[in-house]
């Protein structure tokens, strides 16, 4: 039976929410091993002068431990 562990990650983009998940789970899988879901946490926007200039994302990654 598989044993998991769960790592929060916080990932950021100029271009939307999308793109910052997309940045993340990248970042996870070239440093994680068995990626397997994630779970958005929160989102959020930073604002300057009234427009949007960054999306944030927090998520839960679940990755599988190696025997």
């Given at each position: 039976m598989p044993i998991a562990r769960v790592t929060e990650i916080s990932a950021t983009s100029s271009q939307s929410f999308e793109?910052?998940?997309k940045q993340g789970l990248d970042r996870a899988n070239a440093t994680l091993r068995n990626v397997r879901s994630a779970w958005i946490k929160e989102q959020q926007v930073?604002?300057?002068g009234g427009?949007?200039?960054e999306y944030q994302v927090n998520m839960l990654v679940t990755f599988i431990l190696d025997d």
């Open positions: 793109d910052a998940i930073r604002l300057e427009a949007v200039t």
